[in-house]
């Protein structure tokens, strides 16, 4: 691994708790493997064709890499145990956060997880630790990609997605209506259509990502206008190109992260 530095939730590793750490290594091999595929079929002609059904994720990525003093800052190697300690609060929590390598090609891609951590010693000193993160995916993801503006009634939005998964993304979407009406988004890449009935002036109307809906007017009970057709951005072999249709003028905020297939090696 030639990376030397990362950070996870916002903080440096090489300057956390001025411990003076780099990114080591412990052994030859460290193990990095993305979610492995799993691959459903049904049978036909007594086993002679198996045609896929459906593809699903059996695990999320994991990786594993080491922690040691930076010899050219620290002469000694002990990590102290209020150091040890420290390290364990900041990197071993239950809730997941966003882990980045501090390296110009990475720039723009992390990963979101925890860590399982192992003490490395060498006769009574701690000398090290090794890190096994736990994604909360199957792959790394691109920082917000965001598109915004305002748009006329019945006029089209392109959004290119450049995700390096073939499918489908959903992503959080904010709408301020500048008219009454029926809102409706179609995208002419899967010819879904996203439609809210009764929609106010100056009423924001947000989508989320974990398929959640809700109005900044109360009196609007948006769940019994919503036909729950969330939009979607997508793309396949040949195409990312997502062409959303609003039937309403409007401003809107479109965010989504993109899929990067990539590990921190």
């Known amino acids: 691994m030639a990376i030397s530095n990362f950070i996870y939730d ?28 799993n691959i459903n079929k049904s049978s036909l002609y007594m086993g002679k064709e198996q045609p896929f059904t459906y593809i699903n994720y059996e695990d999320t990525l994991t990786f594993t890499i080491g922690v040691i003093k930076d010899p050219c800052r620290d002469e000694n190697e002990e990590i102290t145990l209020l150091q040890m300690e420290n390290l364990k609060r900041w990197l071993c929590r239950p809730a997941p956060h966003k882990f980045k390598i501090d390296d110009p090609k990475y720039q723009d891609i992390f990963w979101e997880g925890t860590f399982e951590l192992k003490e490395m010693t060498a006769g009574n000193k701690r000398v090290g630790v090794e890190l096994t993160f736990i994604s909360t995916r199957p792959f ?3 920082e917000d990609v965001i598109f915004s503006g305002e ?16 499918g489908y993304i959903y ?22 259509e996203t439609i809210v009935e009764n929609c106010s002036t100056d009423e924001e109307i947000t989508f989320s990502k974990y398929l959640q809906i809700e109005s900044s007017m109360p009196e609007h009970e948006i769940y019994n206008d919503f036909n729950f057709v969330f939009t979607r951005i997508g793309n396949n072999f040949v195409t990312g190109e ?15 992260n993109p899929i990067r297939k990539v590990l921190p090696v």
């Open 10 to 37: 916002g903080l440096s590793l090489k300057n956390y708790d001025h411990g003076n750490y780099m990114i080591g290594f412990f052994s030859t091999e460290y193990n990095m493997e993305e979610g492995k595929q």
């Open 140 to 142: 790394a993801l691109q």
């Open 151 to 166: 748009i006329g009634a019945n006029e089209e939005v392109i959004i290119e997605d450049s995700s390096m998964e073939i």
């Open 171 to 192: 992503p959080e979407i904010t709408i301020k209506c500048l008219e009454d009406g029926n809102l409706s988004i179609y995208n002419d890449f899967d010819q879904r």
């Open 242 to 256: 997502n062409i959303l249709t609003f039937s309403l003028s409007c401003e809107f905020t479109i965010t989504y």
